[in-house]
């Protein structure tokens, strides 16, 4: 497979932290999927043009494609991809190039960001726990729950969550393209999911082999519809969290999904596979935490913060925080103390490079703050909690995300035929 570094721009001073392609990434791979099924898109929100010198895309170019699959590997970073996949990074030559994720670089607002086909300051859903003036809290966007949620989510409440979205959902009901989300069991039609479709068709499984299985089921259900087909796997961000990006665990479950996943695509009938293309990528990568880089806020740190901040919202290694009137520079001088060469301090006119024209808008300082805390490699930061969650047999939180370091923005991208890309 290709060794060349995904090129980025690194911050300014930091050789750790770097700014997000944003034409290179997630937010356009929905929609190339879309155009195989002959919905037009502007070509600047394709990847066609980093594509065509793929021999698996010039086969798919060639060929009538009636069903699109989008499998989501959440956190498999393109560093983890390269190291132990096999089956898969077998044909990413031919059938594979490396793209970049958003930033944060967090499940809620890079999933949202992969659906919509939009970046986070399109579609509105700029960070995991964010501020929404609509209920005037801060709404943790992976669970819609806010601190203060009692029972269930905010559906549950009955508030309208799709409201929090800024553009309509990237198909209407009224699409002849007919669109099935298949995502695990306890996710399925809850929290986050609500934010994904406007669409009945959200289907949960149990296991890997339920999801390939019901997979296989899908497409070989007769339609006269075009597909569209969309698989969201979390285990390997489970994983990472835990035993972290280096370990013969992480190994162990990413060989794991793809023999299954090449078990049952072979499975699938022959003319529905010469048919079907799928998409195989992830939302974000992961960093390792270490114990030298773990930054501790006091509970007196945190009440003496308060005199400064509205608000602090979170999105895993960034940290959102909302000043209050007149207190900004004293809120950006007492974080660049806190963390020192730990990470770096963003404010408003450094957000349009992160996340594009228009990132300094008000609406958007409104949800992710005026102030960003963002860690550097291996970097962590806890609030009224030292970060040891399990001291006795380290079966906590030793990897996560959110930030801007290569492991957690670049991600691997593979796409074929299904008859070609198992053959």
């Known amino acids: 497979m290709d060794e060349t570094p995904f090129p980025l721009k690194p911050l300014p001073d930091r050789d750790d932290l770097y700014f997000p392609d944003l034409d290179l990434n997630i937010s356009k791979v929905v929609p190339t999927a879309l ?4 919905m037009d898109f502007a070509k600047s929100r394709l ?44 044909r990413f030559r031919r059938n594979g190039v490396a793209i970049c994720s958003t930033f944060p670089t967090i499940t809620s607002s890079c999933m949202v960001t992969i659906h919509q086909g939009s970046m986070p300051i399109k579609h509105g859903i700029v960070g995991q726990k964010i501020r929404f003036s609509e209920i005037g809290n801060i709404v943790d966007t992976l669970t819609l729950r806010t601190k203060d949620t009692r029972f269930g989510d905010l559906t549950t409440a009955g508030v309208k969550v799709k409201h929090f979205l800024w553009e309509d959902f990237l198909l209407n009901e009224d699409s002849p393209i007919v669109c099935i989300d298949l995502l695990e069991n306890h996710i399925a039609n809850s929290g986050l999911s609500h934010l994904l479709h406007n669409h009945p068709h959200s289907i949960g499984y149990s296991s890997h082999v339920d999801c390939f299985a ?16 969309k698989m969201y796997i979390g285990s390997i961000d489970s994983i990472s969290h835990r035993y972290t990006t280096e370990s013969q665990t992480l190994e162990d479950e990413i060989r794991s999904i793809e023999d299954l996943l090449f078990k049952y695509l072979k499975r699938i009938d022959s003319k529905i596979a010469s048919e079907t293309v799928i998409f195989i990528t992830a939302d974000h990568g992961q960093e390792n935490l270490t114990p030298e880089k773990r930054i501790e806020v006091t509970t007196e740190e945190e009440d003496y913060l308060k005199n400064l901040l509205e608000a602090r919202g979170k999105s ?12 900004h520079e004293e809120v950006v001088q007492w974080f660049k103390e806190k963390i020192g060469d730990n990470g770096v301090i963003l404010t408003p006119e450094q957000y349009p490079e992160l996340m594009g024209k228009g990132a300094d808008s008000s609406k958007v300082i409104d949800r992710l703050g005026d102030v960003q805390v963002v860690l550097g490699k291996n970097a962590s930061i806890f609030f009224g909690h030292s970060g040891y969650y399990d001291p006795v047999f380290n079966l906590g939180l030793n990897a996560t995300h959110g930030s801007l370091s290569r492991n957690e923005l670049v991600v691997p991208l593979l796409f074929g035929r299904i008859d070609d890309l198992v053959k």
């Open 35 to 38: 155009s195989l099924l002959g």
């Open 47 to 90: 990847l066609n043009n980093y594509l065509e010198q793929k021999e698996g895309w010039k086969i798919i170019k060639k060929s009538k494609i009636t069903k699109v699959i989008v499998l989501v590997l959440d956190a498999m970073g393109y560093e983890q991809f390269k190291r132990y996949s096999l089956l898969l990074k077998n």
């Open 214 to 229: 019901a997979a296989q089921r899908i497409l070989e259900t007769p339609t006269d519809h075009p597909l569209l087909l």
């Open 316 to 327: 895993g290694r960034v940290t959102h925080l909302f000043s209050r009137p007149g207190k």
